[in-house]
């Protein structure tokens, strides 16, 4: 076998071979460090690599392989969105104001997976404190999509697709607020998948909407996905939100395929405005290829679809500007101590720590929270999400599942939204919706448009991942489409 042959794995192979001792986690670990080495200086999904961390991870893992109580990760190579602290290594947001924080501690999502035998290869690229949805806000540099190398990956977690998509790491982790692991797993051809709100601790995550924030798995297939999910969710008494519901349950009857299942179209996002022609034909195809495996295509609709859009972009903001007021120079990271007083020098701090988009975000926030709009902005935009909720909840009398595009485009060029803020958010049409009633929502690879890769959203009721991942697995199945590692250069 090959050095790039062993980054084509997907971790049901990789962990075969690993227990036959026909390779070593070394062997696994080094032939992605080899690729990152080759293929990171193009398509820059990483911000570090965390060396003192995976020859750890590599030795334990070889240990547990040869005593013959393997855990189900071991040796898999998995990087880290730089939105979740990990003990000791630098972690950033995307942003120059985290530059040199090295948490004291490990998020439990991550300690999860380091439990379960994952080897952590570094840290990925991401918009900065993830607002954004093409990785270009990010506070050091744009990550380029493997297939395309002039296009952007997607985001905000992008450098996180990235290396997945170009086999430099098997699996990896990201966030997603309003489309953040579901749109770039859309661009960049892999599995990405957003469990509902409460199902992954966010302890360790560095917080950017809090009510709309999850953690999720991007991987190669949806197997990978699920188990890598199973194991990072549960209870955890250090996140308050996080629910007492077993993490296995979302393993629950998951391979039993879409016979006899009932799949809904929502209208307004089957015909959303900017849907390209190219994405819209591979969700026809995918939609034939559902109803031939045996799934009922029924009409729904989602009859506030147009406000989700606003709503969002006012509680994210809200949510993100009481957040990122503790970064104020005197905590964490960088500090302007030559100013004349305290006042001065958060002021100055964050001036100069913030990139455009946070600072645009957190007027927008303030704003939108100040007495005399807070009605008018806050609780207007609280109330759609209640609509918002309800028309799932309506839409989920109908069928077991909802499927559309992940995203309305494919991969577009870089630099061709960033003038323009409103175009970026629109990114997010398709998305937004699942973050803002707490759905659980996954994209798989469904099929090219103009040689680029397409996502097929498949969003399910409130704890019905099973539900998500069995129809995504299933449509996996029968389309025989496998994410495929992009050649890059
Ligand atoms: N693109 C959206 C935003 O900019 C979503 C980001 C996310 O999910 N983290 O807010």
């Given amino acids: 076998m090959t050095a790039d042959d062993l980054t084509e794995l997907t971790i049901k192979e990789a962990a075969r071979l690993l227990r036959l001792g026909s390779i070593s986690a070394s062997d696994l670990v080094t032939a992605h460090v080899e690729r990152i080495e080759r293929l990171d200086p193009h398509v820059k999904a990483f911000l570090r690599l965390t060396p003192e961390v995976w020859e750890k991870q590599v030795e334990e893992s070889e240990r547990r392989i040869r005593e013959g109580n393997a855990p189900p990760l071991a040796g898999i190579p998995l990087a880290v969105k730089d939105v979740l602290c990990v003990r000791g290594v630098e972690t950033t947001a995307g942003s120059q104001i985290l530059r040199g924080f090295k948490p004291p501690y490990t998020g439990t999502a991550v300690a999860r997976l380091f439990e379960a035998g994952a080897v952590m290869l570094g840290v990925t690229n991401c918009d900065e404190f993830a607002m954004g949805s093409s990785t270009e806000n990010s506070g050091y540099f744009p ?23 170009a086999g430099e790491a098997m699996i990896s982790l990201g966030t997603d607020t309003g489309g953040s692991i579901r749109q770039p797993a859309a661009l960049c051809g892999v599995v990405g998948m957003k469990p509902t709100y409460g199902r992954v601790s966010r302890y360790g995550l560095i917080a950017f909407a809090s009510s709309l924030d999850q953690i999720g798995p991007f991987a190669r297939s949806v197997d990978d996905a699920a188990l890598v999910l199973s194991l990072m969710s549960g209870l955890d008494p250090l996140d308050a939100t996080s629910s007492d519901r077993p993490g296995m349950e979302v393993l629950n ?23 390209e022609p190219g994405v819209k034909a591979a969700i026809d195809a995918a939609l034939f290829i559902l109803t031939r495996a045996g799934a009922e295509i029924v009409d729904v609709s989602l009859p506030h679809t147009d406000y989700g859009l606003a709503a969002y972009y006012i509680i994210a903001p809200a949510e993100c500007s009481s957040n990122l007021a503790r970064f104020d120079g005197v905590r964490y990271g960088l500090s302007e101590v030559d100013a004349a007083n ?14 455009t988009e946070v600072r645009r975000r957190v007027m927008l926030g303030t704003y939108a929270l100040s007495s005399g709009y807070y009605d008018a902005y806050y609780l207007k935009a609280q109330k759609v999400r209640t609509l918002i909720k309800r028309d799932f909840d309506e839409a989920f009398k109908r069928c077991d599942a909802i499927v559309s595009a992940t995203s309305p485009t494919v991969a577009f060029p870089i630099g061709s ?8 958010y629109l990114c997010d ?36 991942e099973n539900v998500v991942l069995r129809v995504a697995r299933a449509y996996e199945e029968a389309s025989e489409t496998k994410a495929e590692v992009a050649s890059v250069v």
């Fill in 253 to 275: 009857n998951f391979g039993a395929g879409v016979k006899g299942m009932r799949l809904g179209v929502p209208r307004e996002y089957y015909d959303v405005k900017g849907i």
């Fill in 342 to 355: 305290i006042t001065d020098e958060y002021l100055q701090t964050r001036r100069k720590g913030f990139g």
């Fill in 429 to 464: 049409v398709l998305t937004l919706g699942g973050n803002l009633a707490g759905l659980p929502g996954i994209s798989v690879p469904c099929g090219t448009s103009d040689g680029l890769p397409v996502g097929l959203q498949v969003l399910g009721p409130q704890w019905g």
């Fill in 417 to 424: 939204k960033t003038q323009d803020p409103l175009s970026m």
């Fill in 143 to 165: 990550t380029r999509n493997p297939w395309d190398l002039t296009r952007v990956p997607g985001g905000s977690s992008g450098g996180s697709a990235a290396a997945v998509a």
